[in-house]
């Protein structure tokens, strides 16, 4: 018996530059698991950065490559998912037009994101009709894959329902006799622990508390040497609770059952100080993090290997893009050719000029 297909999936990051372990925990280790499962399309959303950051482009380069190269170092493998860049599968861009004419404004009004983002992004002029659109263009980087599962954070799944809502309109326009022309992707949400940075906020660059999957081990041990505790062990004498202590999160993610039951233990008992506390998990991270760094130096040393893996993955893109476009641009009557126009209507080619009338001859 045939084995059935494996479910597509279609996620994306935005490329921020360098990933941090809240990254690695929220998305990064979920994909390294779920291409040995499904068949992965991962993007790096340039065109999306552009919604935001449109006014200063001149990191984008560098920070693109930084991301594909944690990806890598990751364990994502070109040999079992696909990983390639927006901007060069250029139908991204046509879906997006295409699906505009077909969501109305109110649906992008009320994205929660929508109006988070434009109150808490300060210093950036927001009214801008990239950014009211930029579900859309999600919408568009979904369908076009035709993705059954996306895996998402919390605050994505309104952004994948909305994309179920406007895969639906279309289907109802366009699908004809058919059932449908875009399945209506599920979204997967992805069980991500609350990373804590070293201030004890939750762990993003913006805020500087950030450990990054590149800090190599001294720096991994010094970040950690000044992140908050529990505030009660302000003594080596006082008792803590790692329950309420922002390394204790960390040691809960990233630490043995063995070492957990002596971090309880110990703080509890103040038999532990919090210096040695922090260095059995920086233990922890750096063991999860020398082999990523490993991996991500092969590449940096030869970037043309990481540009080749985008360059492959961004044509296996186009081309499976390129068959949904196929079909979308027939459903909503874009594909008119010369060789099946009406025959009782002139031959228009692209000139606009009637292939029914003389040519003109241009040099008289
Ligand atoms: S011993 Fe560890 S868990 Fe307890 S307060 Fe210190 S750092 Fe936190």
């Not at 801008?128 to 076009?144: C, E, H, N, S």
């Not at 803590?240 to 202590?245: A, E, F, I, Q, R």
């Not at 020398?290 to 092969?298: D, G, S, T, V």
């Amino acid at each position: 018996m045939a084995t059935p297909p494996k479910k597509r999936v279609l996620s994306g990051m935005r490329p921020t530059g360098k990933l941090h372990l809240g990254n690695y925990v929220g998305a990064l280790e979920n994909w390294v698991r779920m291409q040995e499962q499904y068949d992965c399309f991962f993007v790096i959303v340039d065109w999306h950065a552009l919604t935001t950051d449109y006014a200063d482009p001149s990191r984008l380069k560098e920070n693109l490559v930084d991301v594909l190269l944690d990806w890598l170092a990751a364990g994502l493998d070109p040999a079992k998912c696909v990983m390639f860049i927006q901007s060069h599968v250029p139908t991204h861009a046509e879906l997006h037009l295409l699906l505009s004419m077909i969501t109305p404004v109110g649906w992008l009004e009320r994205v929660p994101t929508y109006k988070e983002q434009r109150e808490n992004i300060k210093g950036k002029d927001l009214d801008t009709y990239g950014f009211l659109g930029y579900p859309v263009l999600q919408a568009a980087d979904i369908l076009i894959y035709k993705a059954d599962v996306v895996p998402v954070g919390e605050d994505q799944v309104a952004h994948v329902e909305l994309t179920r809502e406007i895969a639906r309109r279309f289907n109802g326009f366009y699908a004809g006799k058919r059932e449908y022309i875009f399945p209506e992707p599920a979204a997967l949400l992805t069980p991500a622990p609350r990373l804590p940075g070293t201030d004890g906020r939750k762990m993003s660059k913006s805020y500087g508390n950030a450990l990054l999957l590149t800090d190599a081990e001294p720096v991994v041990r010094q970040k950690l040497k000044t992140m908050v505790t529990d505030p009660r062990r302000i003594k080596r004498t006082d008792r803590g609770d790692p329950d309420v202590c922002p390394v204790g999160d960390l040691h809960k993610i990233f630490s043995s059952k063995e070492t957990m039951a002596k971090v309880y233990e110990g703080c509890r008992s103040a038999g532990i100080g919090c210096i040695e506390c922090k260095s059995w998990v920086a233990d922890a991270l750096v063991k999860i993090l020398n082999p990523m760094q490993e991996r991500r130096k092969k590449y940096e040393d030869n970037p043309r290997l990481a540009w080749d893996i985008l360059e492959a993955g961004s044509a296996r893109a186009r081309e499976v893009a390129g068959a949904t476009m196929d079909e979308v641009r027939k459903a909503m009557g874009l594909d008119y050719s010369r060789n099946d126009s009406p025959s009782d209507s002139p031959n228009v080619i692209p000139n606009g000029r009637s292939t029914s009338e003389p040519a003109k001859d241009s040099t008289k």
